[in-house]
């Protein structure tokens, strides 16, 4: 089993989904990914504060207070952009404000399909499955992995 690396000021913020079938599950690989390389990130999935369809202002409130500090101390923003999450588009247009790299994930972005102009141009990654993210997360400095193919 391998341990999660925690820190006060992670590495990376994951944003993504969790709210319909396949995007859990599309989180943890990555989150699994993150913990065998020993990085450090923080999950609003896993780390953050649950919220219901009720909730207070004050709870709305704590969770985008919450969200917003990670982002703001990320080095990476690593986003699962396959079911276009409006929370997830924001985190990143955030990110991209405040000169923070971001790297999309994109398993269902396929070849020959286009990709938004305004995430690509944003990138310094888009990633297509867990091996291209295992080898950017290995060396995110490598430049290979910047988008080329179709734009919408």
């Given at each position: 089993m391998v341990t999660?690396?925690?820190?006060?000021?992670?590495?990376v913020?994951l944003a993504g989904?969790w709210?319909?079938a396949g995007?859990?599950e599309?989180?943890?690989a990555l989150?699994?990914?993150?913990n065998?390389?020993?990085?450090s990130?923080?999950?609003?999935?896993l780390d953050g504060?649950?919220?219901?369809?009720d909730?207070t202002?004050?709870?709305r409130?704590a969770?985008?207070?919450?969200?917003?500090?990670?982002?703001?101390?990320?080095?990476l923003?690593?986003?699962?952009?396959?079911d276009?999450?409006?929370g997830?588009?924001?985190?990143?247009?955030?990110?991209?404000?405040?000169?923070?790299?971001i790297?999309?994930y994109?398993?269902?972005?396929k070849?020959?399909?286009?990709?938004?102009?305004?995430?690509a141009?944003?990138a310094?990654?888009v990633?297509?499955?867990?091996?291209?993210a295992?080898?950017?997360?290995?060396?995110?400095?490598s430049?290979?992995?910047?988008?080329?193919?179709?734009?919408?």
């Open positions: 999660r690396v925690h820190a006060t000021h992670p590495q913020y989904p709210f319909t995007e859990p599309r989180l943890a989150e699994n990914l993150m065998e390389l020993g990085i990130y923080y999950s609003p999935r504060i649950d919220l219901t369809p909730a202002d004050a709870d409130q969770v985008f207070d919450d969200n917003t500090a990670h982002l703001k101390a990320a080095k923003v690593l986003a699962v952009v396959d276009n999450d409006t997830t588009i924001w985190e990143t247009g955030m990110a991209y404000g405040r000169e923070i790299p790297a999309y994109a398993e269902t972005l070849d020959g399909q286009t990709f938004n102009v305004m995430l141009n944003s310094v990654a990633l297509q499955n867990l091996a291209q295992r080898a950017y997360l290995t060396d995110p400095t430049g290979n992995f910047t988008y080329h193919g179709a734009i919408r």
